[in-house]
């Protein structure tokens, strides 16, 4: 079974930074795309950030120049650095993977439970 769980979410007030983090877990073989979604109250789920195996990465206009994506193959784990947070930027944050099992013919894609964003004015 594979698993992703994120951390890093909270209360932070506007100007201020939060990382996020989410660990791939289980018998994985390899990780395609990993992402950030967010849905914000009684608006539609949105990407935020997504970044291929290679580093190659995409952002929503929204958050360009101030969010960052990275990653680290050895560990599994897909960064989410967010800057100069506002709060437009208050939401539930889902991480997102494409994950090949070990022995398994093809990718699966999972998401994780979600952490809370809260910014404040």
């Known amino acids: 079974q594979v698993q992703l769980v994120e951390s890093g979410g909270g209360l932070v007030q506007a100007g201020g930074s939060l990382r996020l983090s989410c660990a791939a877990s289980?018998?994985?073989?390899?990780?395609?795309?990993m992402g950030w979604h967010r849905q914000a109250p009684g608006k539609q789920r949105e990407l935020v950030a997504l970044?291929?195996?290679?580093?190659?990465?995409n952002y929503a206009d929204s958050v360009k120049g101030r969010f960052t994506i990275s990653r680290d193959n050895a560990k599994n784990t897909v960064y989410l650095q967010m800057n100069s947070l506002k709060p437009e930027d208050t939401a539930v944050y889902y991480c997102?993977?494409?994950?090949?099992?070990?022995?398994?013919?093809?990718?699966?894609?999972?998401w994780g439970q979600g952490t809370q964003v809260t910014v404040s004015s």
């Open positions: 997102n993977a494409d994950v090949r099992a070990r022995y398994g013919a093809t990718f699966n894609n999972y």
């Open positions: 289980g018998q994985i073989g390899s990780i395609n795309v």
């Open positions: 970044i291929t195996s290679g580093g190659s990465t």
